[in-house]
């Protein structure tokens, strides 16, 4: 006997779009999308959406309107709040869109990704952080220590993780589902790694970091780490990376890696060591957990859908993409009677580089209206955006979101397959209905 599998939406329109218009909007009789969207399938797929598709003509072929693609479910852990499960053993959980929409995400709403099991008795008064490998003075710190040695700092930086986007790719990379909530911009308190690693005595052989956490495997093995990764120093050395203590002003989350861990916005969170109990200076790449490939790695040619990719052609990636969020209003909303302009906001970053303009269509992407970028409260902090688009009559409505950073990129339609699911940062599109007056 022969299991059936389930094929999941995103599949499903990867396979054939033509087919999967039908199947989920009705039998017609058109072959193809353009057809479908002239006669019986248009009025199909209007009626599913709630209403009437002004720019129809505009939508591009295996589109999933927005309005079906999102679907969340609501997951309860002791401290979140809104937050949708993804995997329960490790603990993973994203937030939706329209719940971050603060300038400084709350502690109850930061994202949760764990590779292992956090630890479960946490004594801050004794925990220490040991700094060790090509460094002149190898040393050993309490927080308190942490807190008298160095200068303390507080900063707002963004933490997203490598695969933030996973769930857009067809066909589906393994691994959590992420759709576009596995990234957060709260406030840390902390001393900066910069000053203790020079405290430390930074070698000229020194080429790279290791991260050492408390968390332990899966498989209850001592011997086993779920997570150890590292930077370049010369990503270590950058004055906005801290050993924090404090997320918004008060205890970190124990999911977000209480009583201590590494912030290192614009590279991927996995950098970002939680519950962090060592450092290690290499000179070579870091070897430890998750560093090989294919982890955090990308083919280093482009592939086919699906190819099969050798762990040697695989490079591990550093700076996160450029990216947007829509967070307000949230996808479905309806307008009020009569309310042909609508207001938006949301959130726009670029790993290592700046955001320098974000733009918003209702058209599917046949013309644009810039947005007003609201300046950053500090380097490698999210930039909040604000914009106003308009509608000539009722109906269906898909507005679209793209940045642009300083170095000219522009965030794509949609970007390639890769076997891991990295990196996707995919233009960010809501659904709005807006009402006959």
């Known amino acids: 006997m022969v299991k059936k599998r389930k094929i ?6 990867a396979k054939d779009a033509e087919a999967a218009d039908r ?41 999933i309107p927005a309005a079906i693609a999102d679907g969340t479910v609501n997951f309860d852990i002791d401290g979140k709040d809104g937050l949708v499960v993804l995997n329960d053993r490790p603990v993973n959980a994203e937030t939706p869109a329209h719940l971050l929409d603060a300038d ?43 807190k008298s040695q160095f200068e303390v700092v507080e900063l707002a930086l963004q933490i997203e993780c490598g695969g933030n986007g996973r769930a857009g790719f067809n066909p589906p990379a393994k691994g959590n589902q992420w759709t576009t909530g596995a990234i957060g911009n709260s406030m840390w308190t902390g001393v900066r790694l ?29 011997e086993k780490s779920p997570l150890s990764r590292g930077v370049t120093i010369e990503k270590a050395l950058d004055p906005h990376n801290l050993i924090a203590f404090q997320q918004n002003g008060e205890d970190i989350h124990p999911m977000n890696g ?37 982890s955090y790695s990308v083919p280093s040619y482009p592939v086919q859908p699906g190819a099969e990719v050798a762990d040697s052609d695989f490079e591990t990636f550093h700076s996160m993409p450029v990216k947007s969020l829509i967070t307000s209003p949230r996808s479905g909303e309806t307008l009020s009677a009569g309310q042909t302009s609508l207001r938006l906001r949301g959130h726009a970053w670029a790993g290592d580089d700046t955001v320098t303009k974000v733009e918003l269509s209702n058209d599917f992407g046949n013309s644009w209206t810039e947005a007003t970028l609201a300046p950053l409260m500090n380097p490698f902090s999210w930039a909040t955006w604000e914009g106003e688009v308009t509608f000539p009559v009722h109906g269906y409505y898909e507005i679209w979101a793209r ?35």
């Open 194 to 222: 910069k000053d203790v690693l020079e405290k430390a005595g930074v070698k000229s052989t020194a080429v790279y970091t290791g991260h050492l956490g408390a968390d332990t495997h899966l498989s209850g093995d001592p």
């Open 104 to 146: 400084i995400t709350p502690i109850n709403r930061h994202f949760v990704r764990n590779n292992g099991v956090p630890p479960q008795e946490v004594n801050v008064d004794e925990w220490t952080l040991s700094i060790a490998g090509e460094v002149e003075n190898p040393l050993t710190f309490t927080i308190e220590e942490l």
């Open 403 to 437: 940045a642009t950073d300083d170095k000219g990129r522009v965030q794509p339609f949609s970007v390639g397959w890769n076997p891991k699911g990295y990196l996707n940062n995919a233009m960010h599109r809501i659904a709005v209905m807006v009402p006959q007056a």
């Open 23 to 63: 199947q989920i909007f009705g039998r017609v009789s058109h072959p193809d999308r353009r057809g479908f969207l002239k006669g019986a399938g248009l009025t199909a797929m209007a009626t599913a959406l709630g209403g009437f598709i002004p720019f129809h003509r505009y939508m591009p072929a295996g589109l």
């Open 258 to 294: 209480a009583p201590l861990r590494l912030v290192m916005p614009g590279w991927p969170g996995s950098c970002s060591q939680k519950w962090l109990t060592g450092i290690v200076l290499a000179d070579k790449k870091w070897n430890g957990t998750k560093m090989a490939p294919p």
């Open 8 to 13: 999941g939406l995103f599949e499903l329109y």
